[in-house]
């Protein structure tokens, strides 16, 4: 039976951060953490897998303390296992770092026949876990995958690149990035959310890793987070007709030159 | 010399980042390489201002260039890799970055050299922040697409070197190529854009937004929920962040509630205009001219008025 | 004693969310438009378990808990009263009487449908002109043989003609009055069983209501629930456990329409200001917050004595009693908050409105939660 890895983050949910008007800072008090949407795909996607041909599918993560939050969450999404990397020194990895401590960890508890990643994380989306984690591991990588087969030790995947689409096949183990269009994630059952409880989630620690202080150490490095002020010129037409709305639109419009 | 390195299998992409490469240039007084995959985009490049060009030969998969590019950037000693940000960019730039050991910056919207570093710019948060970086060097960034003006050919005399790549990984086998057939033009380089979101009611109602489009002369796009959730319309003309970004000098958008997302793709267009029946929607903080109304309503009388 | 939630309850809330808005929001429009049963979106809520949340696993439940039963029916109201009501009248009336009073044939075959959603629920004790529970009940069942002949009309039933299944409270001593009324588990296809008409209502549309007709409806002696005589005991424990689920209800809606509110009065300028920063209008929204606050509080600790098993009458009586309340004037501010917008028909306030005021109802003359909660204050 094949066994396949899925990583995910649990991320800051977006749409609860606030930017303080006066300036620009981001007030992230009120918002909660969720499994990044991108990451929902991946995991719905080592499920389908599962569930298609048989197949034991892990998760991992790596974040904060917080992440111990996620763990029922993900297991009730169907994955078998979960391992997680719970150490405060994630709120400032990068990539490098990231794709470096999920290697380590994947060769722990692998190895496996296909590791699944979302495109990019919610958060800061910088789409390079998935390809730095096949050059960690020395494994091919397939990113921007749409859609995604299992024959045998093979992996059959169609990338979506822009303008094409290629087949990428690989002669097993290899490394995976999904699009959202692959699948549509599905909400756990409600039993599925009680089932989470009776699954196996095991904490690795860092420092079980292996890894040098340097491989530890983020390449770059956030110097300033600021909101992103949207300066427009917000005029509402308010007649009480809609006609003399969209009159007044098209004047404007044909005042900017834009029509 | 330590210096800056630039490649997209793209070759209108990689004269963009000849600019930015030339920009990096005036500050750090260091020589501007670039990879080409074929003899013409290295012409191209080097009369661009490429100071050298390296043709790599006999690797059909740019994906497959990432191990080459890394060993040349490690001989070169480039301290700036810019790559450009298509898909296979940003596959490539990871793994060039993992040859040489260094940090990866994804669509960088500016860099610059400070402190022996390179500062970016990048958005964060679905769009909803902006995060200054600054990374180690070297340092591998994406930079995508129409971030930077295209260089001109000028009267550069930069050298072409060829190159012969290593073979492919024996593993790895591509096949079945596929152009993805687009209906109409490409909407991220539209010159005007009507967007349509969740206030649709049904398939059918596209025509309302097509009548639109067609007396303003704009291309049809839409929400990632119209794509991705309905698929009234190709998954290509969603805009957002993990859409297409517009520049276009009109967005008119019709039953979009202006999620942040789908606002960091439209940030760019000149003009924005919302119809919405809510008031309350964020798309109208995001506009330049709102009307507050069923877009069943508007968008006839827009039209309409547009014909006269 | 916890007052917060397990970690496992949460997910539960989270997972109703998504449900909520995934699943119910699409229909809750044409549901409110129409009054006509949502099936696609109840089959869904079997799909996901929402329907056996709290039953037994023997038989096919998912053995939650109340308490993680009443989040999920607090997230359905946030979006659409009626579908929680239709889980609140098949989970904590019909099932919880086959769980509670059924024997283990009774559950092996209905409990185990209605858990797993192949069967919806509903119950069948109100008449015209009858306190139910007070004596007065004409449908009565004759005992020939191994059968009960059921003859009469229920009326106000709900979920009545989309259930598979009714408890139906019939006389069976018409001598011994309130002492003479049992409970029967009827197929709704069993012959002789009419769905008279349903009964168009202010809210909560698409929780149908229906009047039942029962002529001579043969039902097997085995149907008998909970013994002979046992139906006005196993109607007052139902209007209880029934009564905190309710309660969920209206909090579900007010919470929404507060919200609703809170979200308007931002945006809304008089004065040149938004009218969330007059006095008036923060005193509405802070009673409401109270309310709500508190009276969840009741609904998580009655559900929480549910699943402990000890006694919830008087609990479930006082949430009754207050909810109620507190959902009818929560709503009238929202309304007055929301002006004209709010009024209007297509907006949801005015549609929590119409539904918060059939949340909670009192059915009749003999109905006072009062009654209840006195007793146990004079004991």
Known sequence: ?259 | MPGILIFSENNAIALELVTAGLGLKATMNHSLCAVALSEPDAAALAAAGADKVFLLNGQDWPEGCAQPIAELAARELAAVILIGGTARGKDIAAKVACGLDAGLVTEAQTIEIAEDKLQTTRLKYGGLAVACEATGLPAVVTIAPRTFDKAVAGDGQGQVIALDAAAGDPRVKVSDLCPIERHGVDIASAARVVCVGRGLAKQEDLALAEDLAKALSAEIGCTRGIAEDYHWLPVERYIGISGQNIKSELYLSLGVSGQVQHVAGIRDAKVIVAVDTNEKAPIFAAADYGIVGDLYEVAPLITAALKK | MSYTLTEEQQLIQQTAREFAQEYVVPSVAECDKTGVHPGEVVNKMAEYDFLGLYLPGEYGGAEAGYLSYILTVEELAKVSGAVAAILVNHASAAAYAVSRWGSDAQKKSWLTAMAKGDALGGVAGLEPGAAPGAGADRVVAVREGDTYNLTGMKTYVANGGAADVYIVFAVTNPEAGAKGLSAFIVDAKAAGLKVNRLIGKMGLRGCQWAELVFDNVKVPAAGLLGGEGAGAAMLAEIQAVTGVAEGAIVVGIAQAAMEDAAKYGKQRIQFGRPITSFPAIQTMLADMAANIHLTRLAVYHAADLVDKGEKFAVEAAMIRLFAGRIGASALIDVIQIEGGYGYSEEMAASRFYRDVQGAILKNSSADFPEKTIVAEVLA
Do not use: H
């Open chain 1, 1 to 259: 039976m094949s066994k396949i890895l899925v990583c995910y983050k649990w991320v800051l949910d977006e749409q609860d951060i606030r930017v303080n008007a006066a300036d620009a800072s981001l007030d992230s008090s009120r918002a909660k953490y969720k499994i990044s949407d991108y990451d929902k795909n991946a995991i719905e996607e080592a499920v389908l897998l599962q569930e298609g041909q048989g197949a034991t599918v892990d998760a991992v993560t790596f974040g904060g303390d917080a992440v111990k939050q996620s763990l029922k969450d993900l297991l009730s999404r169907g994955p078998d296992k979960v391992f997680y990397i719970a150490d405060p020194s994630a709120d400032k990895a990068d990539g490098y770092v990231t794709a470096g401590v999920i290697a380590a960890a994947a060769r722990k508890t692998g190895p496996y026949d296909l590791i699944i990643c979302g495109e990019g994380s919610a958060d800061s989306y910088n789409q390079q876990v998935a390809p730095r984690l096949a050059a960690n591991l020395g494994l091919p990588s397939i990113t921007y995958v749409q859609s995604l087969k299992l024959e045998g030790g093979r992996v059959v995947a169609t990338r979506k690149l822009g303008d094409c689409t290629e087949v990428v096949t690989v002669e097993g183990p290899a490394v995976v990035s999904v699009v959202p269009e692959i699948n549509k994630p599905r909400i756990p059952s409600l039993k599925q959310v009680l089932a989470a409880a009776k699954k196996p989630a095991e904490e690795i620690k860092i420092a079980d890793l292996g890894l040098s202080p340097k491989q530890l150490t983020a390449k770059t490095v956030s110097l300033t987070v600021k909101g992103f002020v949207m300066n427009r010129k917000n005029i509402l037409f308010k007649e009480p007709a809609q006609a003399d709305n969209v009159a007044k639109l098209v004047a404007a419009l044909a005042k900017e030159g834009v029509c």
